[in-house]
């Protein structure tokens, strides 16, 4: 069963920095998409960022507010991925989710796959982050 883990959140002033950690068990990254989402008070639940890994293949995908500021990673010896996430704004106030899916195996080698934000199944409860002005 996959589980997912997420630690890292906290209270950080505008312009500064956070590192999101989302330890995972009951699989193995390769075939599996990766992603953080978040949701913030009275909004609607929106994908950060995602990641995908397998032999020679991979991609990563970043929601328009966040290019140039996070950047996601994961570290497979560790069962970690990872949300660096750095010029923080009060508008990234939010919950933020780690969330996996399994990728079919017939476009697990397609060139130019990009995980889908609708396809994630697993998700893990979420850690707050919040950030003042």
């Known amino acids: 069963q996959v589980q997912l883990q997420e630690s890292g959140g906290g209270s950080v002033q505008a312009g500064g920095s956070l590192r999101l950690s989302c330890a995972s068990s009951g699989y193995t990254y390769s075939g599996y998409c990766m992603g953080w989402f978040r949701q913030a008070p009275g909004k609607e639940r929106e994908g950060v960022a995602t990641?995908?890994?397998?032999?020679?293949?991979?991609?990563?995908n970043y929601a328009d507010s966040v290019k140039g500021r996070f950047t996601i990673s994961q570290d497979n010896a560790k069962n970690t991925l990872y949300l660096q996430m750095n010029n923080l704004s009060p508008e990234d106030t939010a919950m933020y989710y780690c969330a996996a899916y399994v990728v079919a195996p017939w476009v697990r080698r397609l060139a130019g796959f990009v995980c889908g934000w609708g396809d994630f199944t697993y998700w893990g409860q979420g850690t707050q982050v919040t950030v003042s002005s």
């Open positions: 990641i995908y890994n397998y032999g020679n293949y991979g991609s990563t």
